[in-house]
């Protein structure tokens, strides 16, 4: 059975749903501890490749099963109106990744309102490898994001708010999805692992809730609103 999330649909394909929202966290060096790092220059830094695994007691040899290496190209985040689109050229995806009004109502091409939060229906992980987000037009940028774990909850999830200045690197297994432009478009270095093995979650469908995501900072988006 192919399990797969359909990733291109109209928004009025999705219900109503109520909104669950998520603390929204400055990204420095100590908040973003555990997901992963931030990343001044993309040149000098090399993505985590995890070794295939096992099938029994005998073990990958320590010199093989980390060869895949990794792709790069560029992640395209863009608003259509009030509908938030992502296109990863390092992969050749193409997604809708959520909503800045209720999907029933959102429109396209002009947005109805302030873009202050996307509605995300959608998060996944990437066994294989870590994935750095680079941003090129150095502008802020937010991704949510929580930590590994096959029992995910809409409480677990956190967003990091990026000012635009630095790349968000995040380990192999770590939750997320694409990158949110605080801007009407935004690009980033994508560099993530060959394999790009994903594991997924249907945040509506599991929860009957969307999480909101906020775009815009607020006095408590400090990194003592973590929960890890």
């Not at 099938?55 to 320590?62: A, S």
Request: glycine fraction near 10%.
């Amino acid at each position: 059975m192919n399990t797969a999330p359909t990733y291109i649909f109209e928004a009025k394909d999705k219900p109503t749903r109520p909104v669950h929202s998520v603390p929204l966290v400055v990204a420095t060096d100590d908040s973003v501890k555990g997901y992963g790092c931030l990343v001044d220059n993309p040149d000098d830094f090399q993505i985590e490749i995890v070794r295939w695994p096992a099938q029994g007691w005998r073990p990958v040899d320590t010199d093989s099963g980390d060869e895949g290496g990794w792709v790069e190209g560029v992640f395209h985040g863009t608003w259509d109106g009030d509908i938030l689109m992502g296109r990863n050229e390092a992969v050749a995806g193409h997604y809708v990744l959520g909503w800045s009004q209720d999907p029933q109502i959102a429109r396209t091409e002009t947005p109805s309102g302030p873009r202050e939060q996307v509605l995300l229906w959608h998060m996944n992980y990437h066994p294989d490898g870590g994935q750095l987000f680079f941003p090129l037009d150095k502008q802020p940028f937010v991704v949510p994001v929580a930590l590994p774990g096959d029992d995910l909850t809409p409480d677990k999830v956190i967003a990091f708010w990026c000012d635009g200045s630095r790349g968000l690197y995040i380990h192999p297994n770590i939750w997320h999805e694409g990158i949110f432009p605080a801007s009407d478009s935004q690009r980033f270095l994508d560099r993530q692992g060959r394999v790009h093995a994903r594991v997924s979650c249907d945040i509506g469908e599991e929860f009957g809730v969307y999480l909101g995501v906020p775009l815009v900072q607020s006095p408590a988006s400090t990194p003592s609103s973590q929960s890890r």
